[in-house]
């Protein structure tokens, strides 16, 4: 079958700044919630990319996460 939709591990908000136009990619969790083993493999292969991406608790952690990078 076809799937045309992110791959398995994809975080769950996709975007990118306008000031310069970094794409932006965030996984949301709650305070107890982890990353699975996709979203690790996912995690540990973005760092090779110019792009913004952060594992996120709150508003707060996302927007320190755009702050700092």
């Not at 996709?38 to 702050?67: H, T, W």
Request: charged fraction near 35%; charge should be negative.
């Amino acid at each position: 079958m076809f799937d045309a939709g992110p791959p398995n591990g994809w975080p769950d908000l996709t975007g990118f700044r306008h000031s310069d136009g970094k794409l932006v990619l965030v996984e949301v969790k709650n305070e107890r919630g982890r990353l699975r083993e996709d979203q690790k493999r996912f995690a540990e292969m973005i760092k090779n990319y110019p792009v913004i991406y952060g594992v996120c608790r709150s508003a707060e952690d996302a927007v320190k996460l755009l702050e700092e990078n």
